[in-house]
């Protein structure tokens, strides 16, 4: 049974702030992949990695950076927060093998005061 | 880049009529759609999934079905019970290899005892 894990399921922080949102999986996959979901917008693309230390830009990633020193964990962090970057924060993995499947983390719940 | 369309945003239904929800693309390209279900308060998970070589697949009461020429792919649900309320969204991608998807806004299902 896959596993993706997100360190925290809730997190209250202060504007300015940098911020660590940390995601480990267990399945040894290439691809791993930061959302934000919001009401009403769905499942946001900030960031995805599919190999060590290799990023690329989603479709949202302004104010975001993220690091993936190890295949199992990849980090997303906030440099400074702002308070419009309150939101569901999802973690994927999928395997890279052309399954093309997505297996989610629990979710962070960030609130940016 | 893609951009994928949901509707509608919120459905309910009486127990054991059907549901659909619709989806359209824009990149022609785009031959995986995948949807995901997302029960409150819980991470999103497959439940069925369709390639562009096929213009239907069905699993028990859950349906898919795709119209590459008018770039649109709908989910079927009959004989709604009320474990099938939840968020549903679907997705797009052209991406075997890194497996990005691009996600619907998603569709809340509301089942009516």
């Known amino acids: 049974d896959v596993k993706v894990t997100q360190s925290s399921r809730y997190l209250v922080k202060r504007t300015g702030e940098k911020v660590f949102l940390e995601c480990v999986q267990d399945?040894?996959?290439?691809?791993m992949f930061w959302y934000r979901q919001d009401p009403g917008l769905g499942l946001r693309l900030i960031y995805f990695s599919y190999d060590v230390k290799m990023k690329e830009k989603g479709d949202i990633p302004e104010g975001y950076s993220v690091s993936r020193e190890k295949k199992e964990r990849f980090s997303l962090i906030l440099e400074s927060a702002s308070t419009n970057q309150t939101s569901m924060y999802l973690c994927a993995s999928g395997d890279g093998q052309g399954k093309n499947i997505q297996y989610f983390g629990a979710g962070t719940r960030l609130s940016v005061l | 880049g893609e951009n994928v369309e949901q509707h509608p945003s919120t459905l309910s239904v009486q127990e054991g009529d059907s549901a659909v929800i619709k989806c359209t693309y824009s990149?022609?390209?785009?031959?995986?759609f995948p949807w995901y279900k997302q029960e409150l308060g819980k991470r999103p998970q497959l439940i069925i999934d369709i390639r562009s070589n096929v213009g239907e697949k069905k699993d028990q009461r859950i349906a898919v079905t795709l119209n590459k020429t008018a770039k649109h792919f709908s989910l079927h649900i009959t004989e709604t019970q009320p474990e099938d309320s939840a968020v549903y969204f679907c997705?797009?991608?052209?991406?075997?290899?890194?497996?990005?998807?691009?996600f619907g806004t998603g569709t809340r299902l509301t089942i009516i005892p």
């Open positions: 399945m040894d996959h290439e691809n």
């Open positions: 990149d022609s390209a785009s031959n995986y």
């Open positions: 997705a797009a991608t052209s991406n075997f290899g890194n497996e990005k998807l691009t």
